[in-house]
T-cell receptor, first 113, second 112 residues
Framework: AQSVAQPEDQVNVAEGNPLTVKCTYS??????LFWYVQYPNRGLQFLLK????DNLVKGSYGFEAEFNKSQTSFHLKKPSALVSDSALYFC???????????WGAGTKLIIKP | NAGVTQTPKFQVLKTGQSMTLQCAQD?????MYWYRQDPGMGLRLIYY???????DKGEVPNGYNVSRLNKREFSLRLESAAPSQTSVYFC???????????FGPGTRLTVT
């Protein structure tokens, strides 16, 4: 069965420092992987996806994610964090059906000035 | 282009009352979804509709019904609300085979 894990409930980073939000997955077949962000009292917004091709995927707001097949990971990264990046981040993987995504529990990212 | 819209934004119900959450999208997407979000539990799929005229159960369908009224609209009904249904409900839509889903702003439901 497809599954995704976000091992950290919360990540704290100082403004200007690089940030990483971790995601690991378990799938049968080729993984289709996604990152979403949720700002307070808002719906989720799509950040980026990996389906095939280059292992480094660039997305919105300066975020990127690195697909690592051997480690079954898809970590979200940003070279220099902004206070405005503080939000809840979700990793997702395509489910068994073409129409579903399997979601991680979310990681709260806090960027301190 | 409004994207995905949901009504109402907030609702308070008493146990046993019924209500319908409305969702509409103007992106010509085929697939639509209803999720609930509870603290520490991420998103859980309630029902989805792969295309107009079809609906399927997700992970937590008990206590809910859905209607895919047309390609644009997908409603979620609580027939007899229970306190365990207190949650934030999100509707989402996607183009089939594109996988990325687009979300509405959510409905915050409290059942007392």
């Amino acid at each position: 069965a497809q599954s995704v894990a976000q091992p950290e409930d919360q990540v704290n980073v100082a403004e200007g420092n690089p940030l990483t939000v971790k995601c690991t997955y378990s799938v049968s077949g080729n993984p289709y992987l996604f990152w979403y962000v949720q700002y307070p009292n808002r719906g989720l917004q799509f950040l980026l996806k990996y389906i095939t091709g280059d292992n480094l995927v660039k997305g919105s707001y300066g975020f990127e994610a690195e697909f690592n097949k051997s480690q079954t990971s898809f970590h979200l990264k940003k070279p220099s964090a902004l206070v405005s990046d503080s939000a809840l981040y979700f990793c997702a993987v395509r489910g068994g059906s073409n129409y579903q995504l399997i979601w991680g529990a979310g990681t709260k990212l806090i960027i301190k000035p | 282009n409004a994207g995905v819209t949901q009504t109402p934004k907030f609702q308070v119900l008493k146990t046993g009352q019924s209500m319908t959450l409305q969702c509409a999208q103007d992106m010509n997407h085929n697939s639509m979804y209803w999720y609930r979000q509870d603290p520490g539990m991420g998103l859980r799929l309630i029902y989805y509709s792969a295309s107009e005229g079809t609906t399927d159960k997700g992970e937590v369908p008990n206590g809910y019904n859905v209607s895919r009224l047309n390609k644009r609209e997908f409603s979620l009904r609580l027939e007899s609300a229970a306190p365990s249904q207190t949650s934030v409900y999100f509707c989402a839509s996607a183009l089939t085979r594109q996988y990325e889903q687009y979300f509405g702003p959510g409905t915050r439901l409290t059942v007392t």
